[in-house]
């Protein structure tokens, strides 16, 4: 489900309520939460992939606390600005005085066809512009229809569609009606014994929201070692923002039901199917323009006062943000992400506030270690021949999640980009994708194929069910390679002294700088 569809939030009616009986209660309108907390869940069955730039599909728990003046009897309380991927069975209202009697999603809310059906039968102001001579003609029309497939106006003249003359025009309307909202809104029927002012607390699931974490290290020149920065990469898809939240992001796999999810909506973009009018760039703009602000600058880089926090708007999507990062000497503690045990998940909670905008991704600081100890391998796979010919074996390095060696964090999963510095300039050597990783566990990051280390697979011999084989390696490079060879079946005689990995035995050898290593295995017999 994409955000284009959603412009305008949708209506869920939970409890029966008709437009005439909400008519007949005042109407309470809280425009914004005084006080919020953002909670992200990264999307549940999303594994190496990155995030989704047009609608995120992980979701969010928000906690909005609110001051509201309630008249006495019942009333209609409008909570505006609620998450456009709010899931309106999910909402939880406490501190009101009576409770709840009832909860709507409204579905009248502000877009170009949501105008044009709420001005059915009524009068508008159509304008049309000569383009030869710049004359403006205004004159009164009603709508007869609309806004589906197209919309038909009664004027003076007689019938016309709309953006059918052949001329640049628009309509304007006299005023938006009461009940058509710009911002997603969800509606409450309360009822209090005596007008009062009170604090409540708004929770709600939403949809749109996802976070990945992104590592970028740089390896030393002169020691086995690399300065390692790690980011939240947070993204809110909908077009409501929360200025000044307390954001918190969830690690591990969460078990989700699965549902339908926020509905789409029904009045969307206004969608006139006419010949052309006057050129491309004067064209008539039938959608409006997005209703909630996108945050940053001109270039879609916004700066914030904290060092280790990264925004980045809608002009520019995750690739961007993947290594723009701020070096490790610089990244504050006092603003990096603090890990908390939530079962057998993961919590962090930003140190300060900040804020979630629509439209947008950001990055904060979850991790910077600027001594951390790495082991260069090469990775190669005895289990098949190759018929004599040579094939590149894998780049890895290995790091080990442990303070002795530099790390001791919960890592979650999230893309590892990895630099160096050639001739005074940082280049990317590889970038590899991690799963969530706890502490002491064996960190591999797999950079791709090696051209400079090489091997070869020969089956030499094959007797009575048992086969000899040989493994060639070859390096060109200028410096000893250790090679890591993966060996998937029983080996006759058993190795002393071998790691056993799951099925497969691990044999480590060295091969020497512009040299060859030739090794023999007998694969046992069933």
Not at 172 to 194: F, H, I, N, Q, W
Not at 331 to 353: H, I
């Amino acid at each position: 489900m994409r955000a284009a569809g959603r412009l305008a939030a949708l209506l869920l009616v939970l409890a029966p309520a008709t437009a005439g009986a909400q008519g007949a209660y005042p109407i309470v309108q809280s425009v914004a939460p005084g006080d919020v907390a953002v909670t992200v869940y990264r999307a549940p069955y999303r594994s190496s992939g990155g995030i989704d730039p047009d609608w995120p599909e992980g979701f969010a728990f928000i906690t909005e606390t609110r001051t509201v003046d309630l008249p006495a009897g019942t009333a209609m309380l409008r909570f505006e600005g609620v998450a456009e991927g709010l899931l309106p069975e999910t909402a939880v209202v406490s501190g009101l005085p009576d409770g709840v009697i009832e909860k709507n999603r409204d579905a009248r809310l502000l877009s170009p066809a949501g105008l044009v059906d709420a001005y059915l039968k009524r009068l508008v102001t159509l304008q049309r512009t000569d383009p030869a001579t710049g004359k403006v003609r205004r004159q009164d029309a009603i709508i007869q229809a609309g806004p589906n497939g197209g919309v038909l106006l009664k004027t003076a003249e007689g019938y016309e569609a709309l953006g059918c003359s052949g001329l640049p025009e628009r309509m304007t309307y006299g005023g938006v009606p009461k009940d058509l909202s710009a911002k997603p809104t969800l509606s409450v029927l309360v009822e209090s014994d005596r007008p009062r002012r009170v604090t409540i607390q708004l929770l709600y699931l939403a949809e749109g929201f996802d976070w990945s974490a992104n590592y970028v290290a740089e390896r030393s020149p002169d020691a086995p070692t690399m300065a390692m920065t790690g980011w939240i990469t947070l993204a809110n898809g909908g077009v409501t923002s929360f200025p000044g939240a307390q954001l918190n992001v969830i690690a591990g796999r969460l078990e989700k039901q699965e549902r339908k999810g926020a509905l789409e909506s029904d009045a969307g973009p206004l969608v006139l199917q006419c010949w052309p009018m006057d050129i491309t760039s004067t064209h008539p703009l039938w959608q409006l323009p997005p209703l909630i602000p996108i945050r940053g600058s001109q270039s879609g880089y916004q700066d914030d006062h904290r060092l280790g926090e990264i925004v980045v708007s809608a002009k520019r999507r995750e690739e961007s943000m993947m290594y723009a990062s701020t070096p490790v000497s610089v990244v504050s503690a006092d603003y990096l992400a603090q890990g908390e045990d939530l079962g057998d998940l993961k919590y962090y909670r930003l140190p300060f506030r900040t804020d979630v905008a629509a439209k947008q991704q950001k990055q904060v600081a979850l991790l910077a270690q600027d001594k951390v100890q790495y082991e260069q391998l090469y990775s190669l796979y005895v289990g098949l021949a190759n018929d004599r010919s040579f094939r590149p074996a894998g780049i890895m390095m290995r790091v080990w999640n442990r303070k002795s060696d530099g790390l001791g964090l919960a890592m979650p999963a999230g893309t590892f980009a990895l630099f160096e510095q050639v001739a005074g300039r940082r280049l990317l050597v590889g970038e590899a994708f991690s799963t969530d990783r706890a502490i002491d566990e064996r960190i591999d990051f797999e950079f791709g194929a090696s051209g400079g280390v090489q091997y070869r697979v020969v089956e030499k011999a094959r007797e009575k069910g048992r086969r000899d084989w040989e493994v060639t390696v070859t390096n060109d490079r200028p410096v000893d390679a250790e090679v890591e060879m993966r060996i998937p079946f029983a080996l006759d005689p058993e190795p002393v002294g071998r790691e056993r990995r799951g099925d497969s035995w691990i044999w480590r050898v060295r091969v020497p700088a512009n040299g060859t290593l030739v090794e023999t295995f007998r694969e046992k017999a069933d």
